[in-house]
């Protein structure tokens, strides 16, 4: 009898916490531009940090640094 109340607790926890909304992930974006022109530019980006040969702990920077550059911002908000 226990383990079928416990059972059911976890059970219900797990579909509590399914339904839960959360914020959405900040990512890249440029108003007007498509999913898939973000990757390949993100692509581009990383293709251009690789070939700078810069030490690892610039990487981000310069990355960040491309996206900005190209006009994205990082956010979890929608641009309009």
Known sequence: ?????FT????????MSGCSTSAPKPTWKKVGISQYDTHNTIQK???QVGI???KS??????FNSCMEAE?????????S
Do not use: F
């Not at 006009?71 to 641009?79: D, F, I």
């Open 45 to 47: 980006c990383h293709y």
């Open 52 to 54: 700078a040969k810069v």
């Open 8 to 15: 059911g607790i976890i059970a219900s926890m797990l579909v």
């Open 1 to 5: 009898m226990k383990i079928g109340i």
């Open 57 to 62: 702990d610039r990487e981000e920077s310069l």
């Open 71 to 79: 006009g994205y911002r990082y956010t979890s908000k929608k641009l």
